[in-house]
């Protein structure tokens, strides 16, 4: 069973750059490919981005997040990162990191295809 905690979430300018960590604990981490989602109040949960167990192949979703946000991991420190500069007030939304097993180069971007989630970290972006 893997556990997730993100952290980082918070209250921002338009603008502004904020980092998002997802630490996993109960799993050999390097071996999940994990993605960050959002969701906003009345809307669905999206994918933001993606990344490979190897960390070798990464996604984002055109143009919403494309050339603001990056994804990388640590499989050293058993976390996933997601780096958000220029942020917008429609970027206002929780954000969840979510993994899934599998080695290799694959990634995944379906709400249906990952196992396990974490709990949320709130990011508020005031124009």
């Known amino acids: 069973q893997v556990q997730l905690v993100e952290s980082g979430g918070g209250l921002v300018q338009a603008g502004d750059s904020l980092r998002l960590s997802c630490a996993a604990s109960?799993?050999?981490?390097?071996?999940?490919?994990m993605g960050w989602f959002r969701q906003a109040p009345g809307k669905e949960r999206d994918i933001v981005a993606a990344i490979s167990s190897n960390g070798r192949v990464t996604y984002y979703p055109p143009e919403s997040v494309k050339g603001r946000f990056t994804i990388s991991r640590d499989n050293a420190k058993n976390t996933v990162y997601l780096q958000m500069n220029n942020l917008k007030a429609e970027d206002t939304a929780v954000y969840y990191c979510?993994?899934?097993?599998?080695?290799?180069?694959?990634?995944?971007?379906?709400?249906?295809?990952?196992?396990?989630w974490g709990q949320g970290t709130q990011v508020t972006v005031s124009s």
């Open positions: 979510a993994a899934r097993y599998y080695i290799g180069d694959g990634y995944y971007t379906g709400l249906n295809e990952y196992h396990y």
């Open positions: 109960g799993g050999t981490f390097s071996n999940y490919p």
